[in-house]
């Protein structure tokens, strides 16, 4: 039988995966990040690991490619794709948050709202009932207040000095984020045994001082 695939994130969620693979008794090599190599055959743990965008990480789960992904809630929540969501691996911790000018918070009826997640902007403000335009930008969110692009931004905040240098606030906390673990739903049926062998090792790496409290 092949390999189970599991898909990982690129950047620090990659590394962190690795880091608790190995507290999980995994033996996978400390330096993998270091090589510019996509796919990784870990034959001695049965593995194949590939490295994609994190966008990417529910799609390839989704259609099979990789029965196993770890990837940002950020990501699941904007790519609402038909999968398993096992595990919070609670690190990457964030939240989502939107944010703006300070003297602009109590002033909006009918907003632009500049993120990088449109499609869970929009199922958020329509859960609200508030009619919003939608602004998609790729990258330096916190400049389209700023420059009058947007009067809001609904992104990421870790410890929210990004905003506070750029002179923003945050608005409201919409909801905590952090890294998951997801599975293919076939493969949860065809090889569910390998699959909870995996979930089980990284839930006790994860929980395992909790559960045992």
Do not use: H, W
């Amino acid at each position: 039988m092949d390999n189970l695939c599991i898909a990982m994130a690129k950047g620090r969620l990659a590394k962190e995966a690795v880091k608790l693979f190995r507290q999980a008794g995994y033996d996978l090599p400390e330096n993998m990040l270091k090589s510019r190599k996509l796919i990784f055959e870990i034959e001695s743990e049965k593995l194949e690991i590939i490295l994609v965008k994190p966008a990417d990480v529910p799609i390839y789960v989704e259609y099979g490619t990789a029965d196993l992904g770890i990837v940002g809630k950020d990501t699941l929540l904007e790519e609402n794709r038909d999968l398993y969501e096992i595990l919070d691996l609670k690190y990457g911790v964030c939240e989502f948050a939107l944010a703006g000018l300070p003297d602009r918070k109590d002033t909006l009826l009918e907003r632009k709202v500049a993120t990088k997640y449109p499609d869970f902007t929009r199922r958020y403000f329509r859960s609200r009932g508030e009619p919003v335009e939608i602004i998609k930008l790729n990258g330096s969110i916190e400049l389209a207040p700023l420059t009058g692009l947007a009067d809001t931004i609904l992104d990421i905040v870790e410890t929210g000095r990004t905003l506070k240098e750029n002179g923003l606030v945050i608005y409201e906390s919409i909801r905590d984020l952090s890294a998951r673990l997801i599975v293919n739903k076939v493969s949860m049926k065809t090889r569910q045994q390998e699959i909870e062998t995996i979930i089980e090792a990284l839930d006790q790496a994860v929980n395992g001082d909790d559960k045992n409290a």
